[in-house]
Each structure stands twice: as structure tokens, then as C-alpha cells.
């Protein structure tokens, strides 16, 4: 029975080498994220190319409102970003967004330097040689030349149809001078006949019978009076400074009628004295005492 002790003993020895048989696996670590699919593309639609080139001279636009200061000029693009696959975040260029799918870093002439615009804040500066810029100031000089000639062109146009029309303003006023002319002389005819005919001798008249002493004739009726306000514009009109007579100039007719103590009647700003004044004058114009052609103030 004693012989047996030992192989009990390797018995006892050999289990713990058999535990690791029996224990439970460790648990399996989580598999990692599958990266998310990129963006699936059009295969028909063309493929979105910058709009701009590295070392392109280009124009940056003047950005300024409330957080941006940025004054733009010319400027040369330094690097495209290719931001249709992996955005650089949100712009701050002044944009809400990004309206392609490139932005641009640009170095500017006069100094200073952006390092994400985008394009709509971009556009092509062509360069010109010497002899285009030169042509092209040749044709804005005659251009501007055409234009001058044709502006002294229509005033030389619009003084000569001034002239004529002063010209007919004074044909007409001297024409309604001898109108009235001729209906004053009909009236003064008559007593010069008269006078001759006092002058000759005449036969005594018959003895005639006493006659009835006839009854008194009636009296003239009193001429109309005339407005104050229109009296006190004839004696504006006669002290009236000009240098032709019968012809004032109308707006410094209006400057010493302003200065003749108007009547109360005109109101009492000067642009109611104004108008007061228009309106006289435009009376008198009806019935033929004054014409107003052009500025100029007619005496009939």
C-alpha cells in the first residue's frame, strides 16, 4: 500500500498545471469604428476645378463690416486649398460659407497676406502692356474729347435759338409799339383839323334868334383808380436799373423790386414777393405792356 503514496503525490502536483484548461477566456476587445464612406460623387458631373492658379495676379475684394477689417487690392494666389474632401472649418474671410469647392491663399502687393479666401471674394486682374494701357488712354482722351465738343456744340445750339427768340420778342414788341401808334393817332387828327379850320377867316354868322340857355353838361366820370400793387410795380418797372432801354434783366428786376418796399398785399418773405411779382407781370403781359422771353424783361 506504501508504493502507491507517490503517484497520489504527482496526482496533487499535476492539477494546478490542469487549471488554466477549465478557467474562462478574457473577454474580446471592441473592433474599432469603420471609417465613415467618403461622399458619394456624381460620375456624369465634370470634375470641379479651381478657379485660380498658384502665382495668379488677381483682385481681392474690400471686405469691412462689423468683425471684419479686411481691405483687399491685388494680390498674387500662394496656395489652393482642395476642401471638397476634407473642409478646413468655417470660414473667416467674411463669408457664411464656401460657395466652391477651393479657397485661396493670397499674398498682396502692397503687403499682407490672407491664407483662406474664397472665390467670390476673387476675381482675375488682367495685365496690360504699355502700348494697350497707352491706346487705351488715347481712346478715353477722344472720347472725352467727343463728348465735349458735342456739349459745346448743343450750347452753341441752345444760345444761337436764344437769340432768335430774342430777336422775335423784339420784333413783336416793335410791332405792338406801332399798333398803338396807330390807334392813338385816329383820336389827335381831328383837332388839328379843327385848329385849321379855327384859323382861317370865316363869314360872320347870320344874326340868330336868342336861344334857351341850354342845361349844363354832365360831368366826366373819374378814371378808374388803378390797384396799389399794380401802380407800385409801373413805378418799379420805371426806376428799374438796364442797360437797353426798354429791356431789364428778370432776375435783377426781381432783386430791386424785392428792395422797393413791396405792398403789404405781396406777403412778406421774399418768395411770396416773388410770386406776387410773376403775377403782376404776367398781367401786364395780357394786355400787352411787357413781354418776358428768356430772362429777359420787354417794355412795350
Given at each position: ?25 478574457p ?19 465634370p ?106 456744340a ?33 383820336a ?31 360831368a ?12 407800385w ?30 405792398p ?7 418768395a ?29
Amino acid at each position: 500500500m506504501e508504493p502507491k503514496a507517490p503517484a497520489l503525490a504527482n496526482a496533487t502536483n499535476a492539477s494546478p498545471a490542469a487549471a488554466p484548461a477549465v478557467q474562462k477566456a478574457p473577454p474580446a476587445s471592441p473592433a474599432a469604428p469603420e471609417p465613415a464612406p467618403a461622399p458619394a460623387v456624381d460620375a456624369g458631373a465634370p470634375e470641379e476645378a479651381p478657379l485660380f492658379a498658384v502665382k495668379e495676379l488677381v483682385e481681392v475684394s474690400r471686405r469691412k463690416f462689423p468683425g471684419f477689417n479686411f481691405e483687399g487690392g491685388t494680390a498674387k494666389i500662394t496656395k489652393v486649398h482642395d476642401e471638397r474632401s476634407a473642409d478646413l472649418g468655417p470660414m473667416k474671410d467674411g463669408s457664411a460659407r464656401r460657395t466652391t469647392g477651393f479657397t485661396y491663399g493670397v499674398k498682396y502687393v502692397m503687403g499682407g497676406s490672407e491664407k483662406r479666401v474664397d472665390a467670390q471674394h476673387i476675381a482675375s486682374k488682367r495685365e496690360v502692356s504699355r502700348e494697350a494701357a497707352s491706346a487705351a488712354r488715347q481712346e478715353e482722351v477722344a472720347a472725352q474729347r467727343a463728348e465735349r465738343e458735342r456739349a459745346e456744340a448743343a450750347a452753341r445750339a441752345e444760345e444761337a435759338a436764344r437769340v432768335e427768340r430774342k430777336r422775335a420778342a423784339r420784333a413783336k414788341v416793335a410791332a405792338l409799339r406801332e399798333a398803338k401808334k396807330r390807334v392813338a393817332k385816329p383820336a389827335a387828327a381831328p383837332a388839328k383839323k379843327r385848329a385849321k379850320t379855327d384859323a382861317a377867316p370865316a363869314a360872320p354868322p347870320p344874326a340868330a334868334p336868342a336861344a334857351a340857355p341850354a342845361a349844363p353838361a354832365p360831368a366826366p366820370a373819374p378814371p378808374a383808380e388803378e390797384p396799389a400793387d399794380a401802380a407800385w410795380l409801373r413805378g418799379v418797372l420805371a426806376t428799374a436799373p438796364r442797360d437797353v432801354p426798354d429791356e431789364l434783366d428778370l432776375e435783377a428786376f426781381h432783386a430791386h423790386a424785392a428792395a422797393s418796399s413791396p405792398p403789404a398785399a405781396l406777403g412778406g418773405d421774399a418768395a411770396a414777393v416773388r410770386a406776387g411779382v410773376r403775377a403782376l407781370l404776367a398781367r401786364l403781359e395780357a394786355d400787352n405792356h411787357v413781354m418776358v422771353v428768356d430772362g429777359t424783361l420787354f417794355l412795350v
